[in-house]
């Protein structure tokens, strides 16, 4: 059959057809060990880095056993247990030295990054950076704090992966500006954590570095993309990280870990010397932020990062101080607050959360004023979504070139691989049937030019004016409204991407947004979680009750949103949250 292949295809000559058939199973073996060359080199790379990281974490074994050895006495459980505003004065008086608290957090992230792998690499240098803030003559707002860095914010002499192997190769030749701003203020950044391959997930894993696992419950996510972080700080082995939010990378790994996170207006705090596998994204910008086990530590963080050395190293952070009057005030608010967004319904949960915390806001004193935010689904695929695949997914696509793909994202990835055509297509065939699936599959098929593009950017302007007169016409300073929870069993954030529209509107209008902890799942709630079926009953509604069934006693959040700019009304309002919720408890 082959020889009459070839005979059809080259009629007018006289084929060699043995010699063809040699070359053309020349060709073909060629190819086979091409990509198993290709594969083995990339299975070096990825056991090079790991053995690296490995050989990383011994030595700072060792150190710690050092340490130990020499200061024997030291009370490691008194000094994690601190909040980190009294760990601050602690190290400000000098009842507490900077190398003790250092080693005391150095073992203590050995001990969870055992238990959770939360870890990328540890950072040599903070015994130099310790060595450092003691020729300072100013001790600075966090001085002789360690803090946590997310893999992607630049450190020089160190890797900025992604999770991805072809970003192995590369050392940042220098510091991101707010690595060194928080080295100016006093801070030793002491560790980089893991994230999801490509930072596109709300998973935590990679084929290099692997599953990062929640520390509250092995089985569930840690969130992310921030999810090294939030392993790290949930586990106890950060006082303060810091995150990057795109689409909630900061405040989802909050939600599941229970802590506090804050994504502020994206230029307010300084993205230079900061890495992505996909850079030139602007329709919806990228943020940084921290996270911590308490509102005050966020505040603190935020204070001590807008100061004149950000302002001076990147020209173009508006040089606007922490205002610490907005953020100490005890004026009532006037709250608007919803439960869902119409989009993708939270479980009973989430909703209870925000119902609760609305009850006890209204009994303190504050002003509660139901509120719909207009056009979630159109925001979500139009808006969102059209961002990110404008050119069909091809760009994102490319970063796996030479790589592994992780299976949490094999779903993406297949989804953006089909020809724009079946796209467009399928999206007409599911969408009497699966809407919410057909208006993903059409965003996924991306624009066609750039006067498109253009038009597409116009409308994420025309939406963000619009939610802001809706906004002033019901004079609100805040809005109260769920935030995507509890923790997923992992493997299922990879399932279901579009669940994260609680936290992606904040992103395309770049609002100020955190997460506050409030309660934790009980046995009533998996209860009525039997009855969940979402807004349409199809099989995102049923994965999303699989995803989350299983989580008594695992926290469960609020989202708390301000206007651009107003990162300290924000953390008032989370920091009222908080101790509204606390009080409760306590009662």
């Given at each position: ?56 974490m011994?030595?700072?074994a ?27 004065g ?59 860095i ?24 220098e ?44 089985q ?40 506090c ?90 909703r ?112 963000r ?32 991407l579009?669940?994260?529209?609680s ?29 969940y ?55």
């Amino acid at each position: 059959m082959v020889q009459q292949l070839l005979r059809q295809l080259l009629p007018e000559r006289k084929v060699n057809t043995s010699a063809a058939l040699a070359l053309l199973g020349g060709s073909v073996a060629a190819l086979v060990l091409w990509k198993w060359l290709g594969k083995k080199m990339i299975q070096k790379k990825m056991e090079e880095a790991r053995r690296t990281r490995d050989e990383g974490m011994k030595k700072m074994a060792k150190a710690v056993q050092q340490f130990r050895e020499q200061v024997p006495s030291v009370q490691t459980d008194a000094i994690l247990s601190l909040p980190l505003l009294e760990l601050t004065g602690r190290l400000q008086e000098g009842s507490l030295s900077p190398r003790t608290v250092l080693y005391t957090y150095l073992e203590k992230a050995l001990e969870v990054t055992q238990q959770t792998n939360c870890l990328r690499h540890f950072i040599p240098e903070c015994e130099e950076q310790l060595q450092e803030i003691q020729r300072h003559k100013e001790k600075g707002l966090l001085y002789g704090i360690p803090v946590s860095i997310k893999d992607h914010i630049g450190h020089k002499g160190h890797l900025a992966t992604c999770g991805l192997v072809q970003c192995l190769g590369t050392l940042m030749e220098e510091d991101s500006v707010l690595v060194k701003v928080l080295k100016r203020q006093g801070a030793i950044p002491f560790a980089m954590t893991n994230v999801p391959q490509s930072l596109f997930s709300y998973d935590c894993s990679n084929p290099i570095f692997g599953q990062t696992l929640n520390p509250l419950n092995h089985q569930k996510s840690p969130g992310g993309s921030s999810g090294g972080e939030g392993a790290l700080i949930a586990g106890g082995g950060s006082i303060l990280g810091i995150g990057s939010d795109i689409g909630g990378s900061i405040r989802l790994p909050s939600s599941f870990c229970g802590l506090c996170g804050l994504k502020p207006t994206a230029e307010r705090l300084s993205l230079s010397g900061v890495t992505g596998p996909i850079n030139g994204i602007l329709a919806v910008p990228c943020a940084l932020g921290p996270m911590a086990r308490d509102v005050d530590s966020l505040a603190l963080c935020m204070k001590a990062l807008l100061c004149q050395e950000m302002f001076q190293l990147d020209p173009s952070v508006p040089p606007i101080p922490f205002n610490e009057e907005v953020y100490s005030s005890s004026t009532p608010l006037r709250v608007g607050y919803y439960d869902t967004d119409g989009y993708f319904p939270l479980p009973p949960c989430m909703r209870r959360a925000v119902k609760e915390t609305r009850c006890a806001l209204q009994a303190a004193g504050h002003q509660l004023v139901p509120f719909s935010p207009p056009r979630i689904p159109y925001v979500m695929t139009e808006l969102f979504f059209k961002t990110f695949f404008a050119d069909g997914g091809r760009a994102w696509l490319d970063v796996f070139t030479g790589d592994i793909v992780d299976p949490g994202l094999k779903p993406q990835v297949n989804s953006c691989k089909m020809p724009r055509l079946v796209k467009k297509l399928l999206a007409l065939l599911l969408k009497p049937l699966f809407p919410r699936l057909a208006a993903y599959l059409s965003a996924l098929a991306g624009m066609r030019s750039v006067k498109e593009m253009w038009n597409h950017h116009h409308q994420i302007q025309v939406y963000r004016s619009q939610f802001i007169t809706r906004w002033k016409e019901l004079q609100l300073d805040v809005v109260l409204c769920p935030v995507l929870g509890p923790a997923f069993t992992t493997g299922y954030p990879g399932k279901l991407l579009t669940a994260i529209s609680s936290t992606m509107l904040y992103n395309v209008l770049n609002f100020p947004a955190g997460v506050v902890p409030v309660s934790t799942v009980t046995e009533a709630d998996e209860e009525e979680l039997k009855l969940y079926q979402g807004c349409c009953d199809d099989p995102w509604d049923r994965t999303l009750k699989q995803a989350v069934s299983g989580a008594v006693g695992l926290p469960v959040a609020v989202q708390c949103v301000a206007l651009p700019w107003q990162e300290e009304l924000c953390l008032r309002f989370m920091k009222e949250v908080e101790t509204l919720s606390r009080d409760k408890r306590v009662a």
